[in-house]
């Protein structure tokens, strides 16, 4: 039975579901995320390092620093003794939702992380924000259906918000796929491995106007994207500024390349 700092018998660990706790325990898939996030001599920031064991390969690939952000509590001791026998781990508890990771020093170039699941979509738009700093390579263990809304190309039922944006700031990969028997305990659903490299158009998350365009129009899919951005800004008629951008007033959101979003962003900020 494992012990806990005192040296007393504990439980063993329980994850829980409302944490998203399902880890990664499967080694092949464990060095090939650390080989393909090349982390050597980078300062690495991780999100939900669970019970270490992705946290454990990223030291041993030689990173120069690795902030682990996890809200379990329960998992301190296992985490403390990790980061006291390497002084550059730096455990941070609490929300990954609410962290200021501006105030990181040094900045971390790179994300490796087994999100939780649960907050997959909105922490990566959190993270987008800090692409101007330098924080422009992530490597994720997303569910399958996340990494297909990720990488969806136009005209595709899957085509969301956050994948138009991750397109016009740079590429997304999907590395691998990963099922159930990888994990503990084992998920309902199959996962996948992406990569985001991140190159251009960071202004875009300078404020929130992109990202509020974007929701607009896909607020309703079955609706022309005319009809759906209908009052978004102000704005009642938008069909002149669709028109300048050359774009169908007839159209869909998702029918859209990432271009054609990026001209009508322009339309309206000109």
């Known amino acids: 039975m494992p012990l806990n700092r005192a040296g007393e018998a504990r439980a063993p660990f329980r994850p829980k579901k409302r944490f998203g706790q399902n880890f990664l325990v499967d ?21 939900g390092p669970g019970e270490g064991v992705l946290t454990k390969e990223l ?16 998992l301190k001791d296992d985490l403390e003794k990790l980061g006291a026998g390497d002084p550059r781990l730096e455990l941070i508890w609490g929300d990954a939702m609410k962290i200021d990771y501006g105030a990181l020093s040094p900045f971390p170039s790179k994300i490796v992380a087994n999100i939780p699941y649960n907050i997959t979509t909105p922490l990566i ?33 899957e085509r969301y918000p956050l994948g138009v944006t991750l397109e016009v700031m740079g590429q997304v990969t999907l590395v691998r796929r990963v099922p159930p028997s990888c994990f503990r305990p084992m998920p309902r659903v199959d996962s996948a491995v992406v990569e985001i490299q991140l190159r251009h158009n960071f202004h875009l998350m300078e404020t929130s106007f992109w990202s509020d365009l974007l929701h607009a ?15 978004f800004a102000g704005i009642r008629d938008w069909r002149p500024l669709l028109d300048n951008a050359g774009l169908d007033p007839k159209i869909r959101a998702e029918d859209l390349s990432g271009e054609e979003w990026l001209r009508l962003y322009s339309q309206y900020n000109c």
């Open 27 to 47: 080694r092949g898939v464990l060095s090939e995320m650390t080989e393909r996030a090349a982390v050597r001599g980078h300062v690495v920031l991780e999100v």
């Open 59 to 74: 030291l041993r690939q030689g990173c120069a620093r690795l902030y682990a952000v996890e809200l379990d509590l329960r």
């Open 125 to 157: 738009w959190k993270l987008l924000a800090f692409a101007p700093k330098g924080l422009n390579c992530h490597l994720y263990m997303v569910q399958k259906e996340a990494a297909d809304r990720l990488t969806a190309k136009r005209d595709t039922k």
């Open 217 to 231: 129009g896909f607020r309703q899919r079955r609706k022309t994207l005319f009809n759906n951005l209908k009052d």
